[in-house]
């Protein structure tokens, strides 16, 4: 779905997360709580996935994947790390802006630590075993992909048999084309061109803290009874 760039389209991450979990439903009507499990990207991905989770009734977990930002520049991505320690970089990033790897070696030291510091936090479990039939990664938007890029690359190593499944409220369409070689499939909602920052595309996106994270873990990592659709 197209739309503009320069207005709201969700009211907040749990609308987002209703809706995707509707699409999911239409599109994967096989999903179950038994044969699936949502890994959602902190923090912001964790209250879109436990919206989904509270619909649908899917444990919930978290992806650990830190964003590597431009010097001066934090909010755009020049690269990610994965829980492995794996780094994704974005090459046309990089370009555009003329950088060195040298020249955002503090940023990726930085990204570096605050991924060991959340793996410990969120006490990331990796994958059930046997794996599920279906890993969905979610996150609350996608800009440049990198992110969701080296979250895609850990699962398809982790679980090369589970099928992969994408989901995001709001992406770029270039940016979604790029990443389905990395996913089975890819749900996004709207496709807005030219893109804007994910946040403008919400009518409130607040911080989400790490409590915020815990307390939504300890609700949904169990699963729940999945909601009827009204």
């Known amino acids: 779905m197209a739309a503009g760039w320069n207005r709201p389209l969700f009211r907040d991450r749990e609308e987002a997360g209703k809706r995707l979990s509707a699409e999911l439903q239409r599109r994967f009507p096989r999903l179950t709580a038994r044969n ?43 690269g990610a790390v994965g829980p492995d320690g794996r780094r994704v970089l974005n090459r046309d990033v990089i370009r555009q802006l003329g950088l060195r790897e040298e020249d955002f070696a503090e940023q990726e030291k930085r990204a570096r630590a ?43 190593q982790a679980a090369p048999a589970s099928r992969s499944i994408l989901a995001a409220p709001v992406a770029p369409p270039d940016t979604v084309e790029e990443l389905r070689p990395y996913a089975d ?10 893109f ?17 994270v815990l307390d939504l873990l300890l609700r949904y990592r169990n699963g729940t009874e999945p909601r009827p659709t009204p």
Not at 52 to 74: S, T
Not at 133 to 143: H, K, N, Q
Not at 187 to 194: E, G, I, K, N, Q
């Open 36 to 78: 699936a499990l949502l890994l959602a990207i902190p923090r912001g991905g964790v209250e879109v996935a436990a919206a989904i989770a509270a619909v649908l009734g899917i444990p919930l977990d978290v992806l650990v994947v830190r964003k590597i930002g431009a010097p001066f520049h934090p909010e755009l991505a020049v």
């Open 185 to 194: 499939d890819i749900l996004v909602l709207a496709t807005p061109s030219p």
């Open 196 to 212: 804007g920052a994910v946040g403008a595309y919400y009518e409130r996106f607040p911080q989400v803290s790490d409590e915020r």
């Open 114 to 156: 605050e991924l060991a510091a959340r793996l410990r936090l969120y006490g990331f479990r990796g994958l059930p075993s046997p794996h599920p039939t279906y890993c969905i990664v979610v996150d609350d938007g996608i800009a440049t992909g990198a992110t969701a890029k080296s979250a895609l690359l850990w699962l398809r």
